[in-house]
């Protein structure tokens, strides 16, 4: 069974960071792009950044320098790092898996950024 388990969201003030998680199962994890996506109130969902199964990372150039993504195959995890948050980071990050025409995602977690 196919499984795409997102952690450690919550909420932070401006300014602080945040380590989201999302651990895979039930499929070849190293052999996917993995990307996080987010989704705010009202708004469609966005891409973030993706990484390859070989590391090389993409970033939406509104997030480069503040968000870093990265992944370690031994452990079938993929990671986003966030620092210097925005209250408009504000939103539910997801996490998807994907290779030729299949594609996975994760039930997601909240991030809030408020002061």
């Known amino acids: 069974q196919v499984q795409l388990v997102e952690s450690g969201g919550g909420a932070v003030q401006p300014g602080g960071s945040l380590r989201l998680s999302c651990a895979a199962s039930?499929?070849?994890?190293?052999?996917?792009?993995m990307t996080w996506y987010r989704q705010a109130p009202g708004k469609e969902r966005e891409l973030v950044a993706g990484i390859s199964s070989a590391g090389s990372t993409n970033y939406v150039d509104s997030m480069k320098g503040r968000f870093t993504i990265s992944r370690d195959n031994a452990k079938d995890t993929v990671y986003l790092q966030m620092t210097n948050l925005k209250p408009e980071d504000t939103a539910v990050y997801y996490c998807n898996a994907m290779k030729f025409t299949f594609s996975y995602w994760g039930q997601g977690t909240q991030v809030t950024v408020s002061s």
């Open positions: 039930g499929f070849a994890f190293d052999t996917y792009y």
